[in-house]
């Protein structure tokens, strides 16, 4: 999976997606499986959120699923599918001290 993220750390990579005229925010999240007869699968995407310091902002959910429409956006998808996130456990070895990944399938629609 991708690296842990603290904060935002969106404005890099948003503006380098920009250039390639997608808007993350614009990828629809789906709890529910794709319809193979409406979208074509791109690509696995993963998004994370990590609280790297003991003071830091928690993980959330949140910013794990815009990390994944960051990832999406990469791949010109339009919606990802079969949305999970988990709250990954820790412990003294992790990097984190409180982590959520979310993994989909990104698509867009068939023509």
Same mark, same amino acid.
């Given at each position: 999976?991708?690296?842990?993220?603290?904060?935002?750390?969106?404005?890099?990579?948003?503006?380098?997606?920009?250039?390639?005229?997608?808007?993350?925010?614009?990828?629809?999240?789906?709890? &529910?499986?794709? @319809?193979?007869?409406?979208?074509?699968?791109?690509?696995?995407? #993963?998004?994370? +959120? =990590?609280?790297?310091?003991?003071?830091?902002?928690?993980?959330?959910?949140?910013?794990?699923?815009?990390?994944?429409?960051?990832?999406?956006?990469?791949?010109?998808?339009?919606?990802?599918?079969?949305? &999970?996130?988990? @709250?990954?456990?820790?412990?003294?070895?992790?990097?984190?001290? #409180?982590?959520? +990944? =979310?993994?989909?399938?990104?698509?867009?629609?068939?023509?």
């Amino acid at each position: 999976m991708a690296g842990c993220s603290t904060g935002n750390q969106y404005g890099s990579q948003e503006s380098a997606l920009r250039a390639l005229n997608v808007v993350p925010n614009e990828v629809e999240l789906h709890d &529910q499986q794709l @319809n193979p007869n409406r979208h074509k699968i791109l690509s696995v995407v #993963t998004g994370d +959120s =990590c609280q790297a310091t003991f003071r830091g902002a928690p993980a959330s959910t949140l910013d794990a699923q815009q990390a994944l429409r960051n990832d999406a956006a990469r791949f010109n998808a339009t919606d990802v599918f079969a949305v &999970q996130c988990f @709250n990954i456990p820790t412990d003294s070895s992790a990097r984190c001290y #409180t982590q959520v +990944s =979310c993994v989909g399938k990104a698509t867009v629609p068939k023509q």
